[in-house]
């Protein structure tokens, strides 16, 4: 079952549709607020921002994935047809396991970041944020690879906390515990599939659940009673873009502009300016972007994107960031008050070579005191870490809470 | 006729008006004349049919109009209002079609719906005239530097080209070398694969040119089209409120609060040149009418070879002003309607009528509409832009009641080499409204009253040269510093003390008002008065 039927000619009747979660989201949302992504309504707060980013970080969230766009990727080539698409070598990412990447053009410039997931041999799923069926088809010239896009036919959850494995275990998924960081795995559910990684946007532990459209309101429905116990709640996407941030995760549109859709080349990033040079790999042969980025390494980057830890306790949205000669370093690009690392933190794109850790900047930020507006200039440094780093990201078996 | 003008400019069309303006805002003593009764030229409405209903006879659309213009004359002041209408539509023959639809997730999913990859592509074609329309644009309230003069003005604007055309960076100086250059077909297979994808995005590349989509060139032509904007929104289109008459009126309105003066009713016929210097016009009613500067917005062979002794002028200039490309190939039916036509494939989709709406399935049916073109009779299966302009603007007909404005394309200046005959003239109507009731049926029997132009009409009426809408082909040999014509391109004629400010001259036709803004820039500068023209507004 699909979730939306686009191939007929009134899909311009509406112009967002439900998601298969949609009569569930209903139910929490006592806003009474949608937004949209992509095809799809989803909910930016269903009671209270600060509440939902809590549930995430204290006890688990629950988030709607199915907007995010999906593919499958299968036939004999698919492995070297993926290593020539992306920056890493996917050859590390085993069956049953999840990797990060990132995609470039010929200019080594990022079009896009998303996850790979090792289905099962020789089959992967790729999601991203923006549609990309056009290039990756473009670039199957010589592979004997097949490529679907199959966003409407797989709805998905995050599940996102400390408590969220205790909250599977407890629905009936034996052995989840098992389970470690970016591994997927497979369980017989009421008669379904339902498919689980171990993976997400929050730093912290948590799962994504996928399973097809017409299992949708039965998973979320368990998922709740299972949860109920361990503090559950349905995040809505405010919440979660605090928690991303948090854990030094980037987004398209915000921290790097496609490529696709840059009208200025000049404003997209490669791979080293935004802090990814880990996902490229020189030596697993041609790839996109490869004598670009090689180029590059060896001339130097035009930006890094860093993390900055501002001093004070105002967040640093929309500012620039000045050397502490009052000289222009760049601009913030995330930012937020961190409730769990409890300081003003923020991810900017300085202009190279500046942003080395431990170098200090200047971040001018404007703010509002009952319809009052004020600057200061912040000092603050480079960190090298991320904001959010829990062990129970990292453990396995992880703990109840 | 003692009087003496500081400056007069010959034709009311929005070039003509927009230059008037400048110079009389700067404190010339102005006199704009113009051969018809009504002013506006291609930029009119008029009631043919009955008095509350108004047609825009010509243009039709807006959406280049400098907005630098529109702000530094007031117009807004003056009563012009410009709406964005939504949507657009290809209807194809097998009853499917292709919408474009305010909201950009719709229009994804209905690209989508004929091929998923040209949805995902149209973001890549999207952002690449993006690119080109940013370059463009910065140039179009400049004037064009003569690339032959060693003047620190041309050089230094020359260097200013330079530079922003290095900051495209490699890639897009290799892209935008190529896409001055290629055919709108070959563009848009390197993007799309479906043949309604293309179609509908084809023809913006060839209408009011005398080229067909295969012929090279006409990749820039859909620039043309989609470098103008609205409220900053790039490459959409809008209704002015009361139709395009209302770009004129507002233009004319401030020219005469600025103390400008109007003479109608009598076309020129000769500007009397003595001693090498313009010096006034001769109307055809025998008025005269003296000035320091001429400024004609009247198109080049107009201009040079119906307005002017061939004695004033050097032989070679002439050679020149006659091989100047301006073919027409585009006609008109302005039709007041009963009621809003239903087309069959739509099946009641309210939203795709409120924009312009076209007939056509591929690109090789359009460039077949071309070859009855170059056959010398006009399009058998012709190329239709048609909208409704009173779905979105209430105010040009009786409630329930409709304009509708047909463009169409390939429609030759002559037939077969002879003068269009009345007869022909209501045989092409024919061939249009034949058109539109096979998509539609029972259009016939909604038409109450209908405008029928030809090539022949719009020179006759608006003197467009051969009825060609940008008054000269938007081909590289004829743009830039090449426009009207190399080593003339500075709104300067070869006689002293006259100017051109029409369609003719950079950056080229469409109702955009910045020839007629550059040639005032030129003459203030000449005649050491203060600037009124505003500058470009960039975009980094």
């Known amino acids: 079952m699909r979730t939306v039927d686009f191939s007929r000619e009134d899909h311009y009747k509406n ?92 200019q080594g410039r990022v079009i896009d970041d998303g996850t790979i997931f090792h289905l099962t041999e020789g ?39 400390p408590t969220s494995c205790a909250v599977l275990r407890d629905m009936g998924l034996d052995g989840i515990e098992n389970l470690t960081p970016f591994g997927l795995t497979y369980f017989d559910f009421h008669g379904t599939e339902l498919m689980v990684s171990r993976t997400g946007f929050t730093g912290d532990l948590g799962y994504e659940l996928w399973t097809s459209p017409e299992n949708a309101e039965m998973l979320w429905d368990r998922l709740f009673e299972a949860g109920e116990q361990r503090g559950i709640k349905a995040m809505g996407s405010d919440a979660l873009e605090l928690l991303r941030i948090e854990a030094g995760f980037i987004l398209a549109g915000a921290d790097f502009l496609p490529a696709a859709e840059a009208v200025r080349p000049t404003h997209t990033r490669s791979p080293f300016e935004l802090g990814l040079g880990w996902l ?74 500046l942003g080395k850790p431990g170098e200090e900047f200047e971040v001018e930020i404007y703010y509002q005191r009952e319809l009052k507006w004020s600057r200061v200039m912040a000092p603050a440094r480079v960190v090298k870490d991320v904001f ?14 | ?23 009389a805002k700067a404190g010339l003593d102005t006199l704009m004349v113009e051969k018809n009764e009504f002013i506006g030229g291609a930029t009119v409405s008029r009631a043919l049919y009955r008095d509350d209903w108004k047609y825009s006879n010509c243009s039709y659309v807006c959406s280049l109009l400098r907005p630098e213009v529109y702000r530094s004359l007031n117009l807004a002041k003056y009563g012009l209002q410009v709406v964005p209408y939504g949507g657009s ?11 474009n639809y305010v909201d950009p997730d719709t229009s994804r999913r209905e690209v989508a719906r004929h091929s998923h990859r040209d949805a995902d592509a149209t973001v890549r074609y999207d952002r690449d005239i993006m690119r080109q329309c940013r370059f463009i644009r910065q140039f179009l309230l400049r004037t064009p530097p003569d690339p032959t003069s060693f003047k620190p003005r041309d050089l230094l604007e020359m260097m200013y080209m330079g530079k922003e055309a290095l ?106 040149v003595k001693n090498g210097r313009a010096v006034g016009v001769a109307l055809e009613n025998g008025n005269e009418y003296y000035a320091d500067v ?57 939203e795709l009528i409120r924009g312009d709406m076209h007939l056509i399935d591929s690109t090789e049916r359009l460039e077949r509409a071309y070859d009855d073109w170059k056959n010398g009779i006009w399009s058998q299966d012709p190329y239709i832009d048609m909208l409704i302009p009173s779905l979105t603007d209430t105010t040009m007909t009786p409630p329930g009641k409709h304009f509708m404005s047909v463009f169409v394309q390939y429609v030759p200046p002559k037939i077969k080499g002879k003068d269009w005959t009345d007869e022909q003239v209501q045989q092409f109507g024919q061939t249009v409204i034949n058109q539109i009731e096979e998509y539609a049926p029972g259009f016939k029997e909604l038409i109450l009253h209908m405008e029928v132009r030809t090539p022949r009409e719009l020179e006759d009426e608006v003197g467009l040269t051969e009825g060609n809408i940008f008054q000269g082909e938007l081909t590289l040999d004829q743009l830039l510093f090449n426009r009207p014509i190399p080593g003339y391109a500075q709104y300067r004629a070869p006689v002293k003390g006259m100017y051109m400010c029409s369609s003719s001259t950079a950056p080229g036709g469409g109702v955009m008002a910045a020839p007629g803004a550059n040639a005032a820039r030129e003459i203030l500068g000449d005649l050491n008065k203060t600037n009124t023209v505003p500058e470009g507004w960039l975009d980094d």
């Open chain 1, 15 to 106: 112009a967002v549709f439900p998601s298969p979660f949609h009569s569930r989201q209903k139910q929490h949302n006592k806003l009474r607020e949608w937004s949209r992504w992509s095809d799809y309504l989803s909910v930016p707060a269903y009671w209270c921002e600060s509440m939902e980013y809590f549930a995430g970080r204290n006890a688990c969230g629950v988030f709607d994935i199915t907007p995010m766009v999906k593919h499958l990727v299968t036939g004999p080539d698919a492995l070297p047809y993926l290593n020539r698409l992306m920056t890493r070598d996917v050859s590390k990412i085993k069956p049953g396991r999840v990797g990060y990447s990132v995609w470039c053009n010929e």
């Open chain 1, 123 to 161: 089959v992967y799923r790729i999601c991203s944020q923006e549609h990309q069926i056009d290039w990756f088809m473009t670039n199957t010239l010589g592979f004997d690879v097949t490529i679907v896009e199959d966003t409407h036919d797989v709805a998905g959850l995050a599940l996102q906390g």
């Open chain 1, 280 to 353: 490229v790999s020189f030596d697993k042969g041609v790839f996109n972007g490869r004598q670009a980025l090689l180029e590059e390494k060896q001339n130097g980057s035009r930006f890094h994107l860093v993390k900055l830890d501002i001093d004070g306790n105002k967040p640093a949205n929309q500012s620039f960031v000045y050397t502490k000669n009052k000289k222009y370093a760049g601009t913030v690009t995330s930012a937020m008050w961190s409730p769990s690392a409890k300081a003003s933190i923020a991810l900017a794109s300085l202009e190279a070579p």
């Open chain 1, 388 to 401: 959010w780093d829990p062990p129970r990201k990292r453990q396995t078996p992880p703990a109840d809470f």
């Open chain 2, 1 to 23: 006729m003692t009087k003496k003008y500081d400056a007069i400019v010959i034709g009311a069309g929005h070039n003509g008006l927009t230059n008037g303006a400048y110079l």
């Open chain 2, 89 to 99: 539509v290809t209807i194809a023959q097998n009853g499917d079609y292709i919408g």
């Open chain 2, 167 to 272: 900051k495209l960076g490699e890639d897009l100086i290799y892209d935008t070398l190529r896409f001055y250059t290629m055919s709108i077909t070959d563009f848009l297979d390197e993007y799309f694969e479906n043949p309604l994808v293309k179609a509908s995005h084809s023809g913006s590349g060839i209408i009011g040119s005398a080229l067909g989509v295969m012929s090279p060139g006409t990749a820039y032509i859909l620039l043309h089209h989609a470098m103008g904007d609205v409220d900053g929104s790039m490459g959409a289109w809008g209704f002015a409120r009361g139709g395009m008459g209302a770009i004129a009126d507002a233009m004319h309105a401030c020219f005469t609060d600025h103390d400008g003066e109007t003479v109608t009713g009598s076309g020129v016929d000769e500007i009397i």
């Open chain 2, 294 to 350: 001429v400024v004609s917005n009247m198109t080049l062979p107009r201009t040079f070879l119906e307005c002017m002794n061939p004695n004033d002028l050097d032989p070679g200039f002439l050679k020149k002003v006659k091989n100047f490309k301006i073919r027409g190939s585009s006609g008109k039916l302005n039709i007041a309607l009963d009621g809003v036509p239903n087309f069959t494939a739509l099946r009641g989709n309210p």
